[in-house]
């Protein structure tokens, strides 16, 4: 989103169970509705992230790290080319969204990693749902002045990071 | 919020007309809930980032810009000090929280010319409501490693950001 600022990157996810729903198709680079699904925050520590979100959200327990990677079904690339990322993810449901945190692990690029070179960590993405990703949408962003900076997913779902 | 981040913040707003509900008050450094107000983008050009969300949001109608400086029921303060920081403001109603863009301008110090430099631009805060401010709060936010960046307000409520 080079336009709103440098480093701020807007996230469109799809989940295949919604695949068939119209209502949320793309066009002309514009979100099919204004539901934001989650805030995306890169950390240098997710264990101490965790631990600083569950005390201000005042929880009990704290949710799980997970390790997201790339999945055969949606293979993870990076400005084009494959790579082997990997991250620590945990999730916070909130009230009216989520707060995604990702902790970069491993040496392999992706646009977690230089995000959190060039800043130290802090808001990565906002995400909405789409339906469908694939080339389509792709051009269409490119046209609407979004650039594909990392595209994955996991068996069900995929997602796309456009700057 | 320095063990999340080098660079997120935590806003908590106070609006007088809830001052008297209990159920908005914060014990130890938790919000009174987990409902997030808005997210606060830092932008160079408000004019171009407002345009981009306008699109990506499909309105027909752009949002106002106004402008946001101190008021004498809330002066702004950066870092314990008086400051005349102005920014400009333009707000996006989505249908779970709020997304506001924030361009400083002058030359007075703030905690948004201060990111600005930093980072280039980016979601600065994520806001939670919580019922009055004051000492009390920013005694109790300290102790639990929070450290109040900037406060200010206008006539009919306040807001403080909390590293």
Redesign the interface.
Known sequence: ?T??????I?AFITLMAFKSDDSLKMQ????P????LH?G????DIE??R???A????LAKKPDITIAEGHEANPTQYRGAPTGAKAKLSFFQ????RVELIEPIGDERSDWREFLEK?????HH?AFEVKGMGETYVDSFKT??YELAQHGGWETGEYGYFD
Chains 1, 2 share one sequence.
């Not at 002309?28 to 979100?31: L, N, Q, S, T, Y």
């Open positions: 989103m336009k709103i600022s440098s480093i701020l807007v002309d680079g514009r979100v509705n204004t539901q934001m805030i925050i890169v950390v240098k101490a992230a631990d600083s979100w005390q201000l959200l005042g909130l009230e009216n969204l800043t130290g960590g802090g808001v906002v609407n002045g």
